[in-house]
């Protein structure tokens, strides 16, 4: 139950008009970009802020976030601003 919780928060946290959808359930859930550059850059920028994220092997557009189920809401609205940070500078640096 704790993990839907935790995904409705991932959810309500990552709106940002380069993620298009959300995919996934409980805390496996998969932000999907325009493109796969933008993911390959989101995730880079995240791993130099010290946020480890993932790239799935069969959809290039998504971002893999998979945190331990003992995620705390603080560690969540961390690791958010961190991904939206990623994306604003991505958003920038490609004039989106």
């Known amino acids: 139950a704790q ?3 935790k995904e409705k928060r991932f959810r309500q946290l990552l709106v940002h008009p380069l993620i298009t959808e ?3 359930r409980g805390l496996m859930i998969a932000p999907m970009t325009l493109s ?3 993911t390959n ?3 880079l920028k995240c791993q130099e ?3 480890i994220l993932f790239w799935l092997l069969f959809e290039g557009k998504a971002i893999r976030i998979t945190p331990p189920l003992t995620v705390s809401e603080e560690e969540i609205a961390a690791g ?3 991904i939206i940070e990623a994306l604003n500078e991505v958003q920038e640096e490609l004039g989106l």
Request: charged share 30%; hydrophobic share 50%.
């Open 22 to 24: 959300i995919r996934g």
């Open 3 to 5: 993990a839907l919780e």
């Open 36 to 38: 796969s550059d933008i």
């Open 80 to 82: 958010c601003a961190m």
């Open 49 to 51: 802020k010290g946020l």
């Open 41 to 43: 850059r989101v995730i």
